[in-house]
């Protein structure tokens, strides 16, 4: 029994290496906009998830970086209308990045929008541990930063 309780133990801290979050105080925000609240990093085996939570869901912009050690670093952006669409994409320094699978979820009950990647989409599956450098928002229509985040540092590949 002692040995299974063991297992369970360094399975848990195993699964909880591969989240990061990082929180940022309400009200920060330079204008009007989505005001981040919270942000969190999963690194999972095959999928990276990334959520950003905020005071109230809004129309903006929502971008939230990713980078791997010597990999260069990624942007998944969401940008949100006032009718609850929303348009949604990858960029690295290149441009946009074509991904099967990326997908960005808003969900108004929890005030958040949710970022999922396939593991293969970036850097071609060849990575171990991520970081997030910054996560912020713009305004509805572009231009200047609304609220800044982050970072989250060092997350482990699940």
């Known amino acids: ?7 369970v133990l360094s399975g848990a801290s195993v699964a909880s290496a591969a989240v990061g979050s990082t929180t ?5 925000n330079a204008g009007p ?3 981040i ?3 969190s990093l999963d690194n999972g085996a095959d999928l990276l998830t990334a959520t950003m939570t905020f005071r ?3 129309s903006g912009e929502a971008i939230f970086a990713v980078k791997a050690k010597d990999l260069g670093g990624l942007r998944l952006v969401s940008l949100r209308d006032a009718d609850g669409s929303s348009r949604d994409f990858m960029l690295d320094r290149k441009g946009r990045v074509t991904c099967d699978g990326f997908a960005a979820t808003w969900d108004e009950m929890a005030l958040s929008v949710t970022f999922v990647v396939p593991a293969t989409c970036l850097w071609s599956g060849n ?3 991520v970081r ?3 996560i912020l928002t713009e305004g509805a229509n572009g231009g200047s930063d609304v609220d800044l985040a982050g970072p989250i540092k060092n ?4």
């Open 1 to 7: 029994a002692g040995i299974a309780s063991a297992l």
């Open 24 to 28: 940022d105080p309400a009200g920060d």
């Open 33 to 35: 906009g989505l005001d």
């Open 37 to 39: 609240v919270s942000a």
């Open 56 to 58: 109230k869901v809004r």
């Open 127 to 129: 990575y171990q541990n």
């Open 132 to 134: 997030s450098p910054w």
């Open 155 to 158: 997350v482990a590949r699940g």
